[in-house]
């Protein structure tokens, strides 16, 4: 006797459920949500052909209503051929837009390929609106338009009021010099090439001090202090006795005897220079001709004393320092850059200079020297800039603000840095294409400039407009568009449903039991 056949074994059958669950998910996350809904499609309704068929009405349009694609307005992420229900929530799926790419690749017919433009094969700057020859002797090579949507995405079209709701905003690319404007922190200083110390060349005490306090400004040839030296004592006796050596023999026949009394001479005054005492203090010791116990230090250079070690009766000895004087007409202002802003900094550039306690003034300068060497903890380059000090108002040891100004002065093209998507490995820009379609174009940028500005190398021309706002879900929206004819494209070349051992059929649930 046949016994009837027994219902599928729930644990086979959740095991199916199951296996499609984990598949749907596995495809959201690697294979993109187009590919996602087809497993999802398969995971709520248990078949692999999300685009199945059913009746074969004829919608308005013209088209069969089996072979329109339809999605669901809560998850676009579901798509299928003819109308039905969404496996999601259930809501009536709703065709796609008509006149759409997807929408017109689906109805099927092979389309004219269309070419942008000629490119040299070695050089992929180099293109040409016909074709002929490149720079280095090769034949131009024609770039599609099909090819070019496949490399960035697909040309979509939106409509104007879907384009307001998503706040879709444009620009024009446009030409421009490249300027940029760095603002740092720099750190007034000495200028290094008008710092002067006093240093003692012989022994003594100093009698007398004219520079006694710090802060003190001399001026060349200021006195200094009084000093008594047995040196310098020796040094007037040698210089008063070669002069009445030459007063002796100024009546000698010999001619050698009178220039070997004048050599001592110029010897002796020679040596009183070499212990900085100036042209006039020897020309009143040549007219006394009287040895003095103390003579005066004359400073060698103006500007401000900004070190006295001096003090009256104190004993000096040879290389001692006394003063330090610093000529503050020009000071050094340091500021640290870093690495992405050295191409715009460059000898002679001009600077200017803005003091908290000076407020509304600007003080200009250029920069003369950038440092040969990187800092390895702060891992910025030091610039160093020099500012005119007539009155003084900038004082070594101040902090600053300090504007440096770039022009490079060429004509590039320019876009605003929200105008592009940035992946890291490549640049897309959304290229308007009319009122309702929008191009993603894979660019490469150079340099950013002032005010958000970046240099466009290749990809754009001047004169077109690229979107500034909403590229994340233009660039969504053709993924997705790319995922779906992707999709239609295998589904064309794929046998067709209904045949199990394809594995395009419904997957059939195991029973259990025992047939007689």
């Given at each position: 006797?046949?016994?009837?056949?027994?219902?599928?074994?729930?644990?086979?059958v959740r095991g199916g459920h199951v296996l499609g669950m984990m598949i749907g998910a596995l495809a959201f996350l690697v294979g993109g949500g187009a590919v996602g809904a087809v497993l999802s499609s398969y995971r709520l309704t248990g078949q692999w052909n999300p685009f199945s068929t059913g009746g074969t009405s004829t919608s308005p349009g013209g088209a069969s209503t089996s072979e329109r694609l339809y999605t669901c307005g809560m998850h676009p992420n579901v798509i299928q051929k003819g109308p039905?229900?969404?496996?999601?929530?259930?809501?009536?799926?709703?065709?796609?837009?008509?006149?759409?790419?997807?929408e017109r690749q689906a109805e099927g017919g092979p389309r004219e390929r269309k070419i942008l433009y000629w490119r040299a094969p070695m050089d992929a700057s180099y293109i040409s609106d016909a074709p002929g020859k490149s720079p280095m002797g090769m034949d131009l090579v024609p770039v599609y338009a099909d090819a070019a949507e496949t490399s960035s995405g697909r040309t979509i079209t939106i409509d104007p009021v879907t384009q307001q709701n998503m706040g879709i905003r444009t620009t024009t690319v446009h030409r421009g010099p490249l300027a940029k404007t760095i603002r740092t922190v720099g750190r007034v200083d000495y200028d290094e090439k008008t710092v002067t110390f006093i240093d003692t060349k012989f022994e003594g005490w100093i009698e007398k001090l004219y520079a006694d306090e710090t802060g003190m400004l001399v001026k060349k040839g200021m006195p200094l202090f009084d000093v008594y030296?047995?040196?310098?004592?020796?040094?007037?006796?040698?210089?008063?006795?070669?002069?009445?050596?030459?007063?002796?023999?100024?009546?000698?026949?010999?001619?050698?005897?009178?220039?070997?009394?004048q050599r001592l001479v110029e010897a002796a005054e020679v040596q009183l220079r070499y212990f900085d005492i100036t042209h006039e203090q020897i020309v009143e010791l040549r007219r006394s001709?009287?040895?003095?116990?103390?003579?005066?230090i004359n400073s060698p250079a103006a500007g401000i004393v900004t070190e006295k070690m001096a003090l009256r009766g104190m004993?000096?000895?040879?290389?001692?320092?006394?003063?330090?004087?610093?000529?503050?007409?020009?000071?050094?202002?340091?500021?640290?850059?870093?690495?992405?802003?050295?191409?715009?900094?460059?000898?002679?550039?001009?600077?200017?200079?803005?003091?908290?306690?000076?407020?509304?003034k600007e003080f200009p300068g250029q920069v003369v020297y950038i440092y040969p060497y990187l800092e390895k903890q702060t891992r910025v380059i030091k610039v160093r800039l020099e500012f005119d000090n007539p009155a003084l108002e900038l004082k070594p040891g101040m902090y600053a603000n300090v504007t440096l100004r770039a022009n490079l002065n060429r004509d590039a093209l320019l876009i605003p840095r929200e105008a592009y998507i940035d992946s890291g490995t490549r640049q897309v820009a959304f290229v308007l294409r009319g009122d309702r379609k929008f191009q993603p174009r894979d660019i490469q940028v150079g340099i950013e400039a002032?005010?958000?500005?970046?240099?466009?190398?290749?990809?754009?021309?001047?004169?077109?407009?690229?979107?500034?706002?909403?590229?994340?879900?233009?660039?969504?929206?053709?993924?997705?568009k790319e995922a779906i004819a992707k999709m239609l494209e295998a589904q064309e070349l794929s046998p067709s449903p209904g045949t199990p051992d394809e594995g395009h059929g419904a997957l059939e649930p195991q029973t259990s039991g025992n047939n007689h």
């Amino acid at each position: 006797m046949r016994q009837p056949a027994r219902r599928p074994c729930r644990s086979n059958v959740r095991g199916g459920h199951v296996l499609g669950m984990m598949i749907g998910a596995l495809a959201f996350l690697v294979g993109g949500g187009a590919v996602g809904a087809v497993l999802s499609s398969y995971r709520l309704t248990g078949q692999w052909n999300p685009f199945s068929t059913g009746g074969t009405s004829t919608s308005p349009g013209g088209a069969s209503t089996s072979e329109r694609l339809y999605t669901c307005g809560m998850h676009p992420n579901v798509i299928q051929k003819g109308p039905g229900d969404c496996p999601i929530c259930h809501m009536k799926l709703t065709p796609l837009r008509a006149g759409d790419d997807v929408e017109r690749q689906a109805e099927g017919g092979p389309r004219e390929r269309k070419i942008l433009y000629w490119r040299a094969p070695m050089d992929a700057s180099y293109i040409s609106d016909a074709p002929g020859k490149s720079p280095m002797g090769m034949d131009l090579v024609p770039v599609y338009a099909d090819a070019a949507e496949t490399s960035s995405g697909r040309t979509i079209t939106i409509d104007p009021v879907t384009q307001q709701n998503m706040g879709i905003r444009t620009t024009t690319v446009h030409r421009g010099p490249l300027a940029k404007t760095i603002r740092t922190v720099g750190r007034v200083d000495y200028d290094e090439k008008t710092v002067t110390f006093i240093d003692t060349k012989f022994e003594g005490w100093i009698e007398k001090l004219y520079a006694d306090e710090t802060g003190m400004l001399v001026k060349k040839g200021m006195p200094l202090f009084d000093v008594y030296s047995p040196k310098l004592w020796e040094a007037q006796e040698e210089f008063l006795a070669a002069l009445r050596g030459v007063e002796r023999l100024s009546e000698s026949p010999l001619a050698e005897a009178r220039e070997e009394a004048q050599r001592l001479v110029e010897a002796a005054e020679v040596q009183l220079r070499y212990f900085d005492i100036t042209h006039e203090q020897i020309v009143e010791l040549r007219r006394s001709r009287t040895s003095r116990k103390t003579l005066t230090i004359n400073s060698p250079a103006a500007g401000i004393v900004t070190e006295k070690m001096a003090l009256r009766g104190m004993y000096v000895r040879p290389g001692m320092r006394l003063y330090t004087i610093a000529d503050l007409s020009k000071v050094w202002v340091y500021v640290d850059v870093y690495e992405y802003q050295l191409p715009w900094v460059r000898m002679g550039q001009e600077a200017t200079m803005t003091l908290p306690y000076v407020p509304g003034k600007e003080f200009p300068g250029q920069v003369v020297y950038i440092y040969p060497y990187l800092e390895k903890q702060t891992r910025v380059i030091k610039v160093r800039l020099e500012f005119d000090n007539p009155a003084l108002e900038l004082k070594p040891g101040m902090y600053a603000n300090v504007t440096l100004r770039a022009n490079l002065n060429r004509d590039a093209l320019l876009i605003p840095r929200e105008a592009y998507i940035d992946s890291g490995t490549r640049q897309v820009a959304f290229v308007l294409r009319g009122d309702r379609k929008f191009q993603p174009r894979d660019i490469q940028v150079g340099i950013e400039a002032e005010n958000g500005m970046v240099e466009v190398l290749y990809g754009l021309d001047e004169g077109e407009r690229v979107v500034t706002s909403g590229q994340f879900m233009l660039d969504a929206e053709s993924k997705l568009k790319e995922a779906i004819a992707k999709m239609l494209e295998a589904q064309e070349l794929s046998p067709s449903p209904g045949t199990p051992d394809e594995g395009h059929g419904a997957l059939e649930p195991q029973t259990s039991g025992n047939n007689h």
